[in-house]
């Protein structure tokens, strides 16, 4: 009744002025209630985000110049998500495969407690020791603890035959996962054990696709490995270091045995060069064949959104600079923020390096600045750790610009 809804919107706001005969207006749209008012109904009934901002429309609380911006936005939110699809087909038929995919789909998501809840409370497909331990393996590599996630993994794959075709190329994966997030860990501190981890993980993530070849959380991971593997290589290059190997750096030996000397190698060597391309095409490769399946709904939108923008700036990487230009622009037109701009900041660098053309410098710079308009705190980080990296010769060569751009930022 209008007595019982008002007495349950006083519990919240005491203070509230509404009587019955006055509700009776608002029902009747004789009457437009304030936003507070609003906000407490809301309240009251429980609505959702999308629900309230249809009450907002419907009682003409959002200014005309906001309306369809607002429409738009609940049409969106109202939208399935790839996430919304997973948690459906887990709810429905809740199987290994889908209870697997649905955690994957999490971490990719950054919604690690939310996996790690599902993990721990969802019933147990079987009492083995594999799904034990596969499971154990799984909550230990979202919790960072991943020298202990593959000690687990390899326990479990040890004892998975091979008819399981889906746990065997799961476990594999999630071995090379464990073993890039130890890269990318590393990178800062110690580029050799890094670059010998990517090189681990790659070796997992291929077997794993040996298995399955449409694999697409797999595929994921193999596009973003072979890129750092890369990227990991070009940073020798463009900081003028030898590679020097250790004997325990066995992978990484696998990779250059034919041309090591005395356990080092020149960083003028074509060797790493070619292999840096050969690890950049695989790259592109890979996020086309990402991209080209798409619709089939299975990776997260942030996953497929990232996919899209290395996509693109491989094709740089790869001096492929027509081609990278046109796929960044149309990234822009449709989602223009700051992540699109910074990727035209290296776009530009990597051209000047290419040509020597002082005008890519200033286009470098400028693309900079709208970046960093959209997000100068976020950026502001990235710019700084990217000094010695992808940024390295627009820090040398435009110093005092970046100095500028950056006191102004943080200043603000």
């Known amino acids: 009744t209008q007595k019982s809804f008002i007495s349950a919107m006083m519990t919240t706001d005491p203070e509230i002025n509404c009587s019955e005969s006055y509700m009776s207006l608002i029902e009747s749209g004789v009457k437009s209630p304030s936003v507070h008012l609003l906000d407490l109904i809301s309240l009251t009934l429980k609505l959702s985000p999308q629900e309230k901002g249809e009450l907002l429309l ?3 609380r959002v200014p005309n110049d906001f309306e369809f911006a607002v ?3 609940l049409k969106e939110s109202l939208k399935l998500t790839n996430l919304d699809i997973s ?8 199987n290994k495969q889908n209870f697997n995919n649905l955690v994957r789909i999490l971490v990719l998501e950054d919604k690690k407690d939310e996996a790690l809840d599902l993990l721990k409370s969802a019933n147990h497909y079987s009492s083995n020791f594999i799904d034990l331990q596969d499971r154990t393996a799984k909550v230990a590599g979202i919790t960072g603890n991943y020298d202990f996630a593959i000690q687990a993994f390899s326990l479990a794959l040890e004892g998975c035959s091979d008819e399981f075709i889906f746990t065997k190329a799961d ?7 464990c073993y890039f997030s130890k890269g990318l860990k590393e990178q800062n501190d110690n580029t050799i054990n890094s670059l010998e981890n990517l090189l681990k993980s790659k070796l997992y993530l291929e077997k794993s696709l040996f298995i399955m070849p449409d694999y697409i ?7 973003r490995c072979t890129y750092h593997i890369a990227d990991a290589l070009q940073f020798f290059i463009k900081n003028e270091i030898d590679l020097k190997v250790k004997p325990e750096n066995e992978n990484l030996t696998n990779l250059l045995k034919a041309f ?8 003028k060597s074509e060797i790493i060069k070619n292999k840096i391309n050969e690890c950049f095409k695989l790259a592109l490769s890979t996020y086309r064949s990402i991209i080209s399946h798409s619709e089939r709904g299975d990776l997260p939108e942030k996953a497929l959104k990232e996919a899209l ?7 740089c990487k790869l001096k492929q600079f027509d081609e990278a230009l046109f796929l960044i622009n149309s990234i822009n037109i449709l989602e223009p923020n700051w992540l699109t701009h910074f990727i035209k900041v290296g776009y530009y660098v990597l051209r000047y390096e290419d040509k020597k053309n002082e005008p890519f410098l200033q286009e470098a710079l400028n693309n900079l600045s709208i970046a960093l308009d959209y997000e100068p705190e976020t950026l502001i980080e990235v710019i700084k750790s990217e000094k010695n990296k992808e940024l390295k010769t627009l820090w040398q060569l435009k110093l005092s610009e970046i100095n500028q751009l950056l006191e102004k930022y943080q200043h603000e």
Do not use: Q
Request: charged share 30%.
């Open 71 to 73: 429409r738009s936005n």
């Open 309 to 315: 923008y290395f996509h693109a700036y491989t094709h």
């Open 217 to 223: 959380y797999c595929l994921d991971e193999y596009a």
């Open 171 to 177: 476990i594999l994966m999630n071995i090379g996962i």
């Open 260 to 267: 090591l000397k005395s356990g080092k190698i020149s960083y």
């Open 58 to 60: 419907i009682y003409k």
């Open 87 to 94: 948690k459906e087909k887990y709810k429905k038929d809740p």
